[in-house]
C-alpha cells in the first residue's frame, strides 16, 4: 500500500512569492489534514478535510493560505504570497475513519519550505 | 494552561535502560491517546494508542493512562540508540473534531 504522497519535498522562494504544495492521501482515506511544523514544536493544524468538505480550517490563515480538495482525493495548500515566516515543514497525512479527529493518521515526508 | 502538555528534553538515557516520556492534557472529555515517533528529519509515526486507564504494552513499548490525572506516559524497556528521536504524545479534543499534539520530547539513548 503506498503512503501519503507530498510534493515537493523541498520549495525555497524569495518573500512576496506564490508557492503550491501537493498531497495524495492513501487510497480510502477520506480525512485529510494540513498541518505546519516549526523547528522545535509539534504540528499545527491547518486545515482538515472530510472528503472534499473544509470542516475545520480555523487555523488556516485566509489572507494569504488557501487549500483545495476538489475531488474529495488529492489536496492542494497554496500561499499567496509568502513570507519570512512562513518558512516550516508543511505535513500532510490522512486517516481512515470519517467525522472523528482521534484515529491513526499517516503522515507524508513533507514539504520544507525556505523563504528568503 | 496548554492543551497537551510535555517537557521539551532532552532525555538523556543509557542504552538498555528504561525511558520514561510523559504527556498531561487538558481535556477532561479526551477520550484517546496518540505517541507518534518522529526522527530528525522525518514526518511522525504512530508507535501507540491508548483509550481506557491502565497500561497498553506492545514490544518494548508501554502506554500507560491516568484519565482522573489526566496524564499519558510512554515507557521504552531496553532503550535502544536507535529509539533515539522526538516522541509526540496527540490528544484529540472529546468531540474528535480536532487533534493537539504536544511539544514532543526529545530522546537520547546514550551507547
Known amino acids: 500500500e503506498a503512503g501519503v504522497v507530498q510534493s515537493p519535498r523541498y520549495k525555497i522562494i524569495e518573500k512576496k512569492q506564490p508557492v503550491a504544495f501537493w498531497c495524495n492521501p492513501i487510497?480510502?482515506?477520506?480525512?485529510l489534514y494540513w498541518y505546519l511544523q516549526n523547528l522545535g514544536q509539534g504540528p499545527e493544524l491547518l486545515i482538515r478535510?472530510?472528503?472534499?468538505?473544509?470542516?475545520?480550517d480555523s487555523q488556516l490563515p485566509k489572507d494569504r493560505f488557501s487549500a483545495e480538495r476538489l475531488k474529495g482525493v488529492d489536496s492542494t495548500l497554496k500561499i499567496q504570497p509568502a513570507e519570512l515566516g512562513d518558512s516550516a515543514v508543511y505535513l500532510c497525512?490522512?486517516?481512515?475513519?470519517?467525522?472523528?479527529?482521534?484515529?491513526?493518521?499517516?503522515f507524508g515526508p513533507g514539504t520544507r519550505l525556505t523563504v528568503l | 494552561q496548554k492543551e497537551v502538555e510535555q517537557n521539551s528534553g532532552p532525555l538523556s538515557v543509557p542504552e538498555g535502560a528504561i525511558a520514561s516520556l510523559n504527556c498531561t492534557y487538558s481535556?477532561?472529555?479526551?477520550?484517546?491517546f496518540f505517541w507518534y515517533r518522529q526522527y530528525s528529519g522525518k514526518s511522525p509515526e504512530l508507535i501507540m494508542f491508548?483509550?481506557?486507564?491502565g497500561d497498553k504494552e506492545d514490544g518494548r513499548f508501554t502506554a500507560q493512562l491516568n484519565k482522573a490525572s489526566q496524564y499519558v506516559s510512554l515507557l521504552i524497556r531496553d532503550s535502544q540508540p536507535s529509539d533515539s528521536a522526538t516522541y509526540l504524545c496527540a490528544v484529540p479534543s472529546a468531540s474528535y473534531q480536532k487533534v493537539t499534539f504536544g511539544i514532543g520530547t526529545k530522546l537520547q539513548v546514550i551507547p
Open positions: 491508548i483509550y481506557s486507564n
Open positions: 487510497s480510502g482515506h477520506n480525512t
Open positions: 481535556d477532561r472529555g479526551s477520550q484517546s
Open positions: 478535510y472530510e472528503n472534499e468538505e473544509a470542516v475545520d
Open positions: 497525512a490522512s486517516s481512515s475513519t470519517s467525522g472523528r479527529g482521534g484515529n491513526e493518521q499517516f
